[in-house]
Protein backbone atom coordinates (compact mmCIF):
# COMPACT_ATOMS: atom_id res chain seq x y z
CA UNK A 1 0.00 0.00 0.00
CA UNK A 2 1.14 3.40 -0.74
CA UNK A 3 1.24 6.02 1.63
CA UNK A 4 0.01 9.03 0.25
CA UNK A 5 2.94 11.56 1.70
CA UNK A 6 6.42 10.67 2.47
CA UNK A 7 9.80 11.69 3.58
CA UNK A 8 12.60 10.30 1.81
CA UNK A 9 16.37 11.04 2.58
CA UNK A 10 19.06 12.21 0.44
CA UNK A 11 22.54 12.50 2.04
CA UNK A 12 20.97 12.96 5.61
CA UNK A 13 18.59 15.99 3.85
CA UNK A 14 14.82 15.11 4.34
CA UNK A 15 12.87 15.67 0.87
CA UNK A 16 8.90 15.75 0.84
CA UNK A 17 7.26 14.39 -1.55
CA UNK A 18 3.16 13.24 -2.37
CA UNK A 19 1.72 10.17 -4.44
CA UNK A 20 -0.39 12.33 -6.74
CA UNK A 21 -1.81 11.63 -10.00
CA UNK A 22 -0.36 8.10 -10.09
CA UNK A 23 3.46 9.17 -9.92
CA UNK A 24 5.35 10.46 -6.91
CA UNK A 25 5.59 14.71 -6.52
CA UNK A 26 8.69 15.97 -4.53
CA UNK A 27 8.80 19.65 -3.26
CA UNK A 28 10.76 21.94 -5.35
CA UNK A 29 12.03 23.68 -2.77
CA UNK A 30 13.61 20.83 -0.28
CA UNK A 31 15.85 19.95 -3.30
CA UNK A 32 16.49 23.30 -3.88
CA UNK A 33 17.53 23.68 -0.78
CA UNK A 34 19.67 20.35 -0.69
CA UNK A 35 21.45 21.27 -4.17
CA UNK A 36 22.51 24.92 -3.62
CA UNK A 37 23.63 26.58 -0.67
CA UNK A 38 21.49 29.37 -0.63
CA UNK A 39 20.45 31.10 2.72
CA UNK A 40 17.29 32.39 1.09
CA UNK A 41 15.93 29.10 -0.19
CA UNK A 42 12.81 30.43 -2.03
CA UNK A 43 14.44 33.19 -3.76
CA UNK A 44 16.48 30.96 -5.46
CA UNK A 45 14.07 29.03 -6.83
CA UNK A 46 11.87 32.26 -7.54
CA UNK A 47 14.39 33.31 -9.57
CA UNK A 48 15.17 29.52 -11.01
CA UNK A 49 11.72 29.58 -12.40
CA UNK A 50 12.18 32.94 -14.34
CA UNK A 51 15.02 31.58 -16.25
CA UNK A 52 13.28 28.36 -16.65
CA UNK A 53 10.51 30.11 -18.53
CA UNK A 54 12.99 32.35 -20.75
CA UNK A 55 14.50 28.56 -21.82
CA UNK A 56 10.96 28.01 -22.45
CA UNK A 57 10.45 25.09 -19.83
CA UNK A 58 6.32 25.34 -19.02
CA UNK A 59 6.43 25.44 -15.64
CA UNK A 60 2.56 26.22 -15.47
CA UNK A 61 2.19 22.46 -17.18
CA UNK A 62 5.32 20.73 -14.62
CA UNK A 63 4.47 22.13 -11.54
CA UNK A 64 1.75 21.70 -9.09
CA UNK A 65 1.01 23.31 -6.00
CA UNK A 66 0.45 20.21 -3.57
CA UNK A 67 -0.52 20.16 0.24
CA UNK A 68 2.66 18.79 2.15
CA UNK A 69 3.00 19.06 6.02
CA UNK A 70 5.80 21.35 7.05
CA UNK A 71 8.52 19.90 9.96
CA UNK A 72 6.34 20.77 12.68
CA UNK A 73 3.10 19.42 11.17
CA UNK A 74 0.72 22.05 9.92
CA UNK A 75 0.03 21.63 5.91
CA UNK A 76 0.92 24.25 2.88
CA UNK A 77 0.86 24.68 -0.34
CA UNK A 78 3.92 23.95 -2.06
CA UNK A 79 5.40 23.99 -5.72
CA UNK A 80 5.84 20.00 -6.72
CA UNK A 81 7.22 18.31 -9.58
CA UNK A 82 7.17 14.27 -10.64
CA UNK A 83 10.16 12.78 -11.42
CA UNK A 84 10.82 13.80 -14.96
CA UNK A 85 9.93 17.57 -13.97
CA UNK A 86 12.33 17.55 -11.23
CA UNK A 87 15.03 16.48 -13.24
CA UNK A 88 14.48 19.41 -15.64
CA UNK A 89 14.58 21.58 -12.94
CA UNK A 90 18.09 20.33 -11.51
CA UNK A 91 19.47 20.75 -14.81
CA UNK A 92 19.45 24.42 -14.43
CA UNK A 93 20.78 24.15 -10.72
CA UNK A 94 24.45 25.01 -10.73
CA UNK A 95 25.56 22.20 -8.22
CA UNK A 96 28.43 19.41 -7.36
CA UNK A 97 25.35 17.63 -6.06
CA UNK A 98 23.23 17.93 -9.14
CA UNK A 99 24.75 14.72 -10.31
CA UNK A 100 24.62 12.50 -7.67
CA UNK A 101 21.17 13.12 -6.59
CA UNK A 102 19.90 12.83 -10.29
CA UNK A 103 21.22 9.23 -9.79
CA UNK A 104 19.54 9.21 -6.55
CA UNK A 105 16.19 10.51 -8.14
CA UNK A 106 16.48 7.94 -11.11
CA UNK A 107 17.00 5.24 -8.36
CA UNK A 108 13.76 6.37 -6.45
CA UNK A 109 11.45 5.99 -9.69
CA UNK A 110 13.25 2.64 -10.38
CA UNK A 111 12.45 1.32 -6.98
CA UNK A 112 8.82 2.51 -7.46
CA UNK A 113 8.36 0.93 -10.69
CA UNK A 114 9.47 -2.09 -9.24
CA UNK A 115 6.53 -2.00 -6.98
CA UNK A 116 4.09 -1.93 -8.99
CA UNK A 117 5.50 -4.36 -11.20
CA UNK A 118 5.74 -6.76 -7.74
CA UNK A 119 3.69 -5.58 -4.93
CA UNK A 120 5.50 -7.60 -2.61
CA UNK A 121 8.24 -6.34 -3.42
CA UNK A 122 8.54 -3.61 -0.55
CA UNK A 123 6.85 -6.13 1.81
CA UNK A 124 9.83 -8.80 0.89
CA UNK A 125 12.41 -6.34 1.32
CA UNK A 126 11.37 -5.43 4.68
CA UNK A 127 11.91 -1.34 3.87
CA UNK A 128 8.67 0.57 4.65
CA UNK A 129 8.14 4.04 3.62
CA UNK A 130 8.40 6.65 6.53
CA UNK A 131 5.68 9.10 7.03
CA UNK A 132 6.43 12.05 8.85
CA UNK A 133 4.29 10.51 11.59
CA UNK A 134 6.28 7.43 11.83
CA UNK A 135 9.17 9.72 11.21
CA UNK A 136 8.82 11.76 14.16
CA UNK A 137 7.68 8.44 16.57
CA UNK A 138 10.56 6.80 15.30
CA UNK A 139 12.99 10.06 16.72
CA UNK A 140 11.07 9.84 20.32
CA UNK A 141 11.68 6.69 20.66
CA UNK A 142 15.18 6.60 20.02
CA UNK A 143 15.08 9.62 22.64
CA UNK A 144 12.94 7.48 25.37
CA UNK A 145 15.55 4.56 24.49
CA UNK A 146 18.64 7.00 24.92
CA UNK A 147 16.85 8.11 28.16
CA UNK A 148 16.65 4.66 29.46
CA UNK A 149 19.60 3.65 28.76
CA UNK A 150 21.14 6.75 31.01
CA UNK A 151 19.11 5.48 33.68
CA UNK A 152 20.41 2.00 33.61
CA UNK A 153 24.01 3.25 33.92
CA UNK A 154 23.00 5.31 36.70
CA UNK A 155 21.26 2.60 38.65
CA UNK A 156 24.15 0.18 37.48
CA UNK A 157 26.76 2.24 38.96
CA UNK A 158 24.46 3.13 42.30
CA UNK A 159 23.44 -1.30 42.45
CA UNK A 160 27.56 -2.20 41.86
CA UNK A 161 25.73 -4.25 38.49
CA UNK A 162 28.42 -6.27 36.29
CA UNK A 163 28.51 -5.52 32.66
CA UNK A 164 26.67 -9.27 32.07
CA UNK A 165 23.92 -7.71 34.70
CA UNK A 166 23.96 -4.27 33.07
CA UNK A 167 23.34 -6.21 29.54
CA UNK A 168 20.73 -7.85 31.02
CA UNK A 169 18.67 -4.85 32.00
CA UNK A 170 19.46 -3.22 29.10
CA UNK A 171 17.76 -6.06 26.39
CA UNK A 172 14.88 -6.25 29.26
CA UNK A 173 14.15 -2.70 28.76
CA UNK A 174 14.12 -2.79 25.22
CA UNK A 175 12.23 -5.60 25.02
CA UNK A 176 14.28 -8.19 23.79
Given at each position: ???????????????RRIWYD????????????????????RRYWS?????LNEEGFELY????????SSS????????????????RVIQSILSKKAEPFKRWLAKVRYERVQEIEDPDLELRSGETV?????????????????TNKKSIRSYANLCDLTPEEIKIVEEFSEGK
Amino acid sequence: MISKDALVVFEGTQIRRIWYDEQWHFSVVDIVGTLTDSSIIRRYWSDLKIKLNEEGFELYDKIVQLKLSSSYGKNYTTDCANTESMLRVIQSILSKKAEPFKRWLAKVRYERVQEIEDPDLELRSGETVVTQENYLNETENKKRLATNKKSIRSYANLCDLTPEEIKIVEEFSEGK
